[in-house]
């Protein structure tokens, strides 16, 4: 089992920044990535960025040039949230990929951009 919470969600307004972090806590070492997705209200969830054990990122193409994603992939991994946009609004959710298929969540932490 593998557990994650999330945190550094919150307003702040177009063009501004935030840094979400999450930590990961149990059987951290069967973990080979992890990732950020998101979900605006009334639609579907989308995945934002990953970052996998050797490093290897890849971002939406929404977020592209303005997120970046980095950590340590067995326990934090964060995400840097440059040029905020009101579309950017929505709960992020921290995601880890267990060895054998496996998928945890988050429980979520919210953006909003708003002025």
């Known amino acids: 089992q593998v557990q994650l919470v999330e945190s550094g969600g919150g307003l702040v307004q177009p063009g501004g920044s935030l840094r979400l972090s999450c930590i990961a806590s149990?059987?951290?070492?069967?973990?080979?990535?992890m990732g950020w997705s998101r979900q605006a209200p009334g639609k579907q969830r989308e995945l934002v960025a990953t970052?996998?054990?050797?490093?290897?990122t890849t971002y939406a193409d929404s977020v592209k040039g303005r997120f970046t994603i980095s950590g340590d992939t067995t326990n934090t991994v964060y995400l840097q949230m440059n040029s905020l946009k009101p579309e950017d609004t929505a709960v992020f959710y921290c995601?880890?990929?267990?060895?054998?298929?496996?998928?945890?969540w988050g429980r979520g932490t919210p953006v909003t951009v708003s002025s």
């Open positions: 970052i996998t054990s050797g490093g290897t």
């Open positions: 149990g059987d951290i070492f069967s973990i080979y990535a």
């Open positions: 995601q880890a990929n267990q060895r054998g298929g496996r998928l945890y």
